[in-house]
């Protein structure tokens, strides 16, 4: 039998990463995602897999750290929340533009500015929209529970070296905060030299006399270039949108009205649609599990059976933009949420419910 | 079975720690189990608590409006959660400290003088397994064989001389749990 622990979420992504392989964390702390660097120095991974884990003087080095190891072909990722994650935007498009693998965990805390340290999705655009400058993406995933946050960190460095890009976990306070069951998985041995050269023929591991020096760089001032390069960064988006699209539906069979929510607020719509149906009212759950790329697709065809779609966001309703975009106008669209470190209550979600639709 | 708890006191009276109990007795008997604190300021300023859910089945919302049974033991939590506790459902609390008792009419209310009992103990920190044995003896949700191995995981191993101590606090609640209120 697999090994079963109590873990907070930000501890499970800690573990996750000493036993993916990883190389490299770098990290400053804030509140609510201290935890995971906390874990992962008592942990002492050095010791266990030689993984190097590094309190940077700021989370500025910290995303600059992770852009030289990720240079080098290693497993680096880095951990912070939303004020964190704002000063690290610059480093994310340049990870983005050099096209460099890694895992960015954001454990979203209220804002605007330095907000408040209780859980929020007010994040949303900010990881789907391109929180830096320029034409770029991130593989968004949004875990909904404990075993979630220690799944996502294999594959999240799966999706980044299978694509070249930055993968980013969108948490928040409540699931890093929270503890649940976690089943372990078997600890990985870390990639020797040979293996990264294998596998990152782009990085900047030591030049070979056959072949030409490797740049990593987000630099071209030639527009002719700089255009091609931009557009093969557009074809290589198109084909994660095509195969990488990751959702969960629940009790979708018969609804007639659609809940569409991701991480904490899918757990609070999966209790309110017990108590919807409790009260007669038929309504399911569409659950993204990547935010980039959207299950546009899945939502179009569930909004033809549908009488009406209620987002619900720890936010003022942003995810509900690309709702809106992928059911085209063919059902009412509606939001709800709660700001500012509140978490709405499955109850309050049941009543806008009614409010808006019934 | 899904049965979901607010366990509140004052911070050191060890409330987080009697709900990792709880949820690691639930894990050695093969169910789900979700644990949420409270974090944050108000952490410093006194109040403590914990959401602790265990379940036969998929754990749904972290966050809910109403509990089966509310672990109450401090005033200002008893202000807080009283009302929270669902219309049929439980309300344990010490008096330690109470200067308003329960005035619900629709619930079950029990009374663990632990704090009380922990003084006759060999150490007060027994507090919060006095009160886990009397919540246990209203609702077996876990065996008591698990609770042992529940805490042999949660305790690090240097206070593992300190389970029979512990163990004799969660025999000792069961013991003094008084019915206060019962429903037909």
Redesign the interface.
Known sequence: MKE?R?MKGNEAIAEAAIRAGVDGYFGYPI??QSEVLEYLMHERPEKRTGMVVLQAESEVAAINMVYGGSGAGKMVMTSSSSPGISLKQEGITYLAGAELPCMILNVVRAGPGLG???PAQSDYFQSVKGGGHGDYKLIVLAPASVQEMYNFVELSFDLAFKYRTPVLILSD??IG?????VEIGEQKVRLTDAQVKERCPWATTGKDANRERNIITSLDLDPNKQEIFNQKLQAKYKVIEENEVRFEEIQTEDAEYLFIAYG?SS??????I?LAREKGIKVGLLRPITLFPYPSKRLLELSKQVKGILTVEMSAGQMIEDVKLAVECSVPVEHFGRMGGI?????EVVEALEQKFL | MTEEIIIAGFGGQGVLSMG?IM??SG?VQGQ??????S???EMRGGTANVTVIISDER???????EFDTAIILNQQSMDKFESMVKPGGTLIYDSNGITRHPERKDINIYLVEAAAEAAKMETTKTFNMIILGGFLKIKPIVKMENVIAGLK??LPERYHHMIPVNEKAVKRGTEIVQEVQILN
């Open positions: 079963l109590l509140t609510p408040t340290i209780q306070g409540a905060q929270m503890m649940e069951k904490t757990r609070i719509c999966q209790k309110s017990q978490i709405p209550s499955p109850g | 990792k949820c690691y894990i789900e189990v979700m644990w949420m604190p974090y944050g300021p754990i749904s919302s972290p966050i809910i409006n995981k949660s």
